[in-house]
């Protein structure tokens, strides 16, 4: 993870310096915006992987200049091999997108497929409390 959050930093300041030579050139306001914005996000990752790797403390292989490539087997988290809820989010975050061109009736309709549709799919390997 040390490798991460630098690379995360260095984006960040790679960025502040783009937007300080974007300014002087004469760039406009929206750009320079942006581009701080994306300084921005790009030093919150670092934060937080830098954080995350303070709190755990352990070394990843590919922070080792010696890790073999065995060294990262083992699980990496699970997957669910068949689910149909993407499907509906996808479906919901279109008809949010249509709906700002189309008219502020349908995005609001998306948007309430989508809360629903997203919490379907995060709530989709849940078990029921038993009442024992």
């Known amino acids: ?58 070394v990843l292989p590919e922070d080792s200049f010696t890790a073999e490539i065995a060294d990262g087997a083992g ?10 809820w993407p499907l509906p989010v996808a479906l919901s975050a279109c008809a949010m997108g249509l709906g700002l061109a189309i008219g502020w009736w349908l995005t609001l309709i998306g948007f309430g497929a989508l809360i629903i549709s997203v919490i379907g799919m995060v709530t989709e390997y849940e078990k029921p409390l038993s009442n024992a």
């Open 1 to 58: 993870m040390k490798v991460n959050w630098q690379l995360f930093g260095g984006l960040c300041v790679f960025y502040v310096i783009m937007s300080v030579i974007y300014w002087n050139v004469g760039g406009e306001p929206v750009g320079i915006g942006g581009m701080l914005l994306a300084s921005c996000l790009a030093g919150m990752v670092a934060f937080y992987l830098w954080f995350t790797q303070k709190r755990i403390g352990t």
């Open 75 to 84: 699980e990496l988290g699970f997957y669910s091999p068949h689910s149909w």
